[in-house]
């Protein structure tokens, strides 16, 4: 079989713009923190590295999974793989347990895996091991561990495998679920596929530049702004994720600097940067040059759109720059582009009538029944879309229905579900994409999901996972609790609620869900929006649980008045009558948390994480502790130590030397 290697596969499209007039990557760290690599150098360190991974053992068809929090060491190991023929497989490092039981699990269901992960790492998944009775799994992936530390040089070049077309390129793990994650098999052909329509109805230009601080473990960060920028040969911009979420404003900063035309974020994305607006103010920059900027991976809100665009409007940006999209890693990235310089535009409608197969129906924005949908545009080149019912058989237009895709630029499965395909796929091909939607004007909207996937700062989660992660809890039992999510319109990501049956007094129920709080959000990073108790959990006559209806019970008012009644019987976060010397530790500390929680007031005794945090509050606080106090607490210290006073005690304990116990 002839390869043509500058046409056909990822590596040989990375030698053929190395041979052209190379443009760069460059890594942004912080404000002054910034490495640029030429395409035709980064095939070489690319080279170095996989000489490194081919002197352990590796070969074509292993699979190696990138375990690292630095974008630079993530790009060369991802390239190194390319070449050699390996599968690269991204995991997020994260900060809590949950990531690190997945990361177990995704190396339980590989084939002959091997890890590349930061020495620090390797100890804290020791350490993790040790802690939760796991040694054993933990010492078989260490065993198959190659650390980026000991290497000390790359001047040796590996050897390139010649791969063809449909060889598979990499393995992208769903992001959120630990208990079953899904491997999501791309190869060559799927991922240039994809590229090569999205180049086209982006309409992408010579002069363009792209800025992306998007984790590249994610699709919309590694396929949409790394390998379409390189495969189109443009320079580009990756900024660490965690400067963005301590500086989002150095984003717009470095978007000016740098003279981007593209940029792109989830919906949470765009509320962490006007928030930080809010209280520091816009920067003074130009941002007359951005042309688009991509909004995807989650629900999109139109007034979030919209206030964006109207609260940067005085740096230059175009009115009409917004570009929401629809995609899935399924589809290699991208289904649906609108098109490029169109106004965002969006269609209300009636909230109950978005069953499978109901005619879609228009309502009045000031309708208590009216939700507002962003309209994501049509297919783009390669990629057909249809609308089914629940028997896989097209609708007529204007009805909600199961939206399916097919085409080159899809996967052809998941990793291990050779023999479940009917699952994942309907006859001739057409992929269930577990996404439920409609029509108008031509162009799609995404009214919701078929199987209660909840959708929170960019990842998704199953419900069954979070409800076995709640059901560990004392005083809790199997089938008595149930996760769901609803969209705040506001922020456009899913607030996560848990049902929980229960028939006792609302006094002891409280105690109960402070506590639920607090397992969910320190096993997952996820903050838990409500804890609703309920009378009954409703259900199928076939016993699958009903998710739905608890959220439109929900979003109906229906638990209003037991909500009340709890939040009456929740006592105040700061105590009358609490002695807080001015100006001392604990009382900095507070002051950062209750500018950063401004849902509820933190007091020194409370738990973080009983009361809720998300992972993007935590890493706030964590950055503006940094801020004030450099060096002296890690993310991690938090876990050990949660609430303010006993982190106010572990810091001063630091300094004067002590090692205080967790």
């Keep these: ?43 070489e360190r690319a080279l170095g590295v996989l000489h490194h991974f081919q002197q352990r053992g590796l070969h074509p068809g292993d699979e190696l999974i990138l375990f690292t929090n630095s974008n630079e060491q993530f790009v060369d190991a991802f390239w190194a793989c390319l070449l050699g023929g390996i599968v690269p497989v991204p995991v997020a490092v994260g900060i809590s347990d949950d990531h690190r039981a997945k990361l177990l699990r995704i190396f339980a269901t590989l084939r002959n895996p091997y890890v590349y992960t930061e020495q620090n790492l390797a100890r804290r998944l020791e350490r993790y091991g040790e802690g939760h009775g796991r040694d054993a799994e933990v010492g078989r992936l260490l065993s198959r561990t190659l650390v980026v530390d000991d290497i000390e040089t790359i001047g040796t070049p590996g050897q390139v495998h010649a791969a063809a077309p449909d060889d ?33 109805a982006c309409r992408l230009q010579e002069s363009d530049v792209a800025l992306s601080w998007m984790p590249l473990t994610h699709d919309m960060g590694l396929i949409g702004f790394h390998l379409s920028m390189l495969v189109h040969n443009a320079d580009h911009h990756i900024m660490a994720t965690p400067v963005f979420v301590r500086r989002p404003l150095l984003w717009l900063e470095k978007a000016a600097a740098t003279g981007a035309t593209l940029l792109c974020s989830p919906n949470f994305g765009y509320k962490h940067c006007l928030k930080m607006a809010e209280s520091r103010g816009l920067p003074d920059v130009d941002l007359g040059r951005v042309r688009l900027v991509f909004n995807g991976a989650e629900p999109i809100s139109a007034t979030l759109a919209r206030s964006f665009m109207h609260t940067l409007a005085p740096l230059g940006l175009d009115p009409n720059a917004m570009f929401p999209v629809y995609g899935l890693a399924e589809a290699s990235l991208g289904v649906t582009f609108p098109e490029p310089g169109a106004a965002l535009r969006s269609v209300t409608v009636h909230r109950h009538g978005l069953a499978v197969g109901d005619p879609w129906l228009p309502a009045e924005a000031a309708d208590e029944d009216a939700v507002e949908f962003v309209l994501l545009g049509t297919p783009i080149r390669d990629c057909e879309l249809r609308l089914c019912g629940d028997d896989d058989r097209e609708l007529e237009p204007g009805r909600v229905g199961h939206v399916q895709i097919r085409g080159d630029n899809v996967t052809r499965g998941y990793y291990g579900y050779s023999g479940r395909s009917g699952e994942v796929f309907a006859d001739l091909g057409w992929l ?46 199997l089938g008595k609790v149930a996760a769901a999510g609803v969209t705040g319109m506001d922020s456009g990501t899913d607030e996560l609620l848990l049902f929980v049956l229960d028939r006792g007094e609302l006094e002891d129920f409280a105690e109960l869900a402070g506590r639920l709080r607090g397992h969910v959000n320190e096993t997952t990073g996820l903050e838990v929006a409500q804890v609703v108790p309920v009378r009954r959990i409703p259900k199928t006559t076939s016993g699958k649980v009903q998710r739905h209806k608890l959220a439109e019970a929900y979003l109906d008012g229906e638990y209003d008045d037991v909500l009340d009644a709890l939040r009456a019987l929740t006592p105040g976060a700061v105590p009358n009558g609490e002695d807080v010397p001015d100006g001392d530790l604990e009382q900095t500390l507070r002051e950062i948390c209750n500018t950063i929680v401004v849902d509820r007031p933190v007091g020194l005794d409370d738990n973080l994480f009983e009361i809720g945090i998300s992972s993007l509050a935590l890493a706030q606080i964590h950055a503006r502790v940094e801020e004030l106090y450099p060096g002296e607490l890690d993310i991690a210290d938090v876990f050990d130590y949660p609430s303010i006073r006993e982190l106010a005690a572990f810091m001063q304990a630091r300094r004067e030397g002590e090692s205080p116990a967790p």
Excluded: W
Aim: net charge negative; aromatic share 6%.
């Design 1 to 43: 079989m002839t390869v043509n290697p500058g046409k056909d596969t990822l590596g040989g499209l990375l030698a053929a713009v190395s041979e052209q007039n190379p443009r760069t990557v460059t890594f942004i760290e912080g404000a002054q923190e910034e490495v640029a690599v030429r395409f035709d150098q980064l095939r």
């Design 168 to 200: 598979v390129a990499f393995i992208q793990f769903s992001s959120g679920s630990t208990n079953d994650p899904k491997g999501v098999v791309l190869t060559h052909r799927n991922v240039l596929t994809n590229i090569r329509a999205l180049m086209e």
């Design 432 to 477: 269930r994409t577990g996404d439920l939607g409609c029509l108008h004007d031509g162009q799609l909207v995404i009214t919701g999901r078929a199987k209660d996937i909840i959708f929170v700062n960019g990842q998704n989660y199953y419900p069954h996972d979070i409800e076995e992660l709640a059901q560990a809890l004392d005083g809790l039992e």
